[in-house]
T-cell receptor, first 113, second 116 residues
């Protein structure tokens, strides 16, 4: 069964610090992996997409990595800001069809002043 | 450009009542989706549509019906609400010739539904 596991479940960091969120998946075959940010009371917003051939991709202070061999991805946030407080969701796409889009449960990040 | 909008934002129903959630998008997207999000669980796909007049079942379709009469609108109906349908419902839309491939999904703000 396709699964996406995210860790930690929740995280509290001080403003200005860095943090790394993890996403491990068992989806096969692998097509792509997308990270979404979901602010409280809002819908998810895409941060970045990683395809099989990509190892690292940055979007401002967000840097995603992908290791397709170990089926792991990470999202690194640099110099955190209060506005980074949100849930970060990892979504993995397998083969064709809707059934191969697997959502992780998310990591809840709280950036404290 | 409003993106994806959902109506209503909040609703409380009694068991057995019916209601319709409305989703509208102004991005000319072909594909639209309905998800539910429950505490401790990831987003789960209820139904989706690959174009006007077409719908298909997702992962958790039981107890829900949908319609896509116009390209910009996707309606989710609950004919006889049950407490198990208490959830936050998200609508999303995307471009693309193939659903769910590289296409980014744009989500609405959600509807918080409570069934007593």
């Amino acid at each position: 069964k396709n699964q996406v596991e995210q860790s930690p479940q929740s995280l509290i960091i001080l403003e200005g610090k860095n943090c790394t969120l993890q996403c491990n998946y068992t989806v096969s075959p692998f097509s792509n992996l997308r990270w979404y940010k979901q602010d409280t009371g809002r819908g998810p917003v895409s941060l970045t997409i990683m395809t099989f051939s990509e190892n690292t991709k940055s979007n401002g202070r967000y840097t995603a990595t992908l290791d397709a061999d170990t089926k792991q991805s990470s999202l690194h946030i640099t110099a955190s800001q209060l506005s980074d407080s949100a849930s970060y969701i990892c979504v993995v796409k397998g083969g064709s069809g809707y059934s191969t889009l697997t959502f992780g449960k998310g990591t809840m990040l709280l950036v404290s002043p | 450009n409003a993106g994806v909008t959902q109506t209503p934002k909040f609703r409380v129903l009694k068991t057995g009542q019916s209601m319709t959630l409305l989703c509208a998008q102004d991005m000319n997207h072909e594909y639209m989706y309905w998800y539910r999000q429950d505490p401790g669980m990831g987003l789960r796909l209820i139904h989706y549509s690959v174009g006007e007049g077409t719908t298909a079942k997702g992962e958790v379709p039981d107890g829900y019906n949908v319609s896509r009469l116009k390209k910009q609108n996707f309606l989710l109906g609950l004919e006889s609400a049950a407490p198990s349908q208490t959830s936050v419902y998200f609508c999303a839309s995307s471009f693309g010739t193939t659903p769910f491939l590289y296409n980014e999904q744009f989500f609405g703000p959600g509807t918080r539904l409570t069934v007593l």
